[in-house]
Nanobody, 115 residues
Framework: VQVAESGGGWAQPGGALRLSCAVSGLPIDRSTMSWHRQAPGKGRELVASITMYGEFIYYADSAKGRFTMSRDIAKKMVFLQMNSMKPEDTAVYYC?????????WGQGTQVTVSS
């Protein structure tokens, strides 16, 4: 199983970035897929999560109204569209796949929001 994030970088406050997560070795439509982030000096926190059948997407309060999580089952990819970004969104963002009680993490992608 491989989980690989991409799309991180720098954004200005109010700007946008789109993160991508490519998955191989497991079916994403039979897995709970999540985005987490870890800011400097802080613990890792859940940002957004989509259930196995895609019927429910959870957003942390910090992400509601600004971030949108989606997936492309055929391409085995999940995405996190981040709009109206804030300096406090600066963190390493991780993609996570949970399949049959096994949890797989990507290596993370750095997102920096500053002027």
């Amino acid at each position: 199983v491989q989980v690989a994030e991409s799309g991180g970088g720098w954004a200005q406050p109010g700007g946008a970035l789109r993160l991508s997560c490519a998955v191989s070795g497991l079916p994403i439509d039979r897995s709970t897929m999540s985005w987490h982030r870890q800011a400097p000096g802080k613990g890792r926190e859940l940002v957004a999560s989509i259930t196995m059948y895609g019927e429910f997407i959870y957003y942390a309060d910090s992400a509601k109204g600004r971030f949108t999580m989606s997936r492309d089952i055929a391409k085995k990819m999940v995405f996190l569209q981040m709009n109206s970004m804030k300096p406090e969104d600066t963190a390493v963002y991780y993609c996570n796949a949970e399949w049959f009680s096994h949890v797989y993490w990507g290596q993370g992608t750095q997102v920096t929001v500053s002027s």
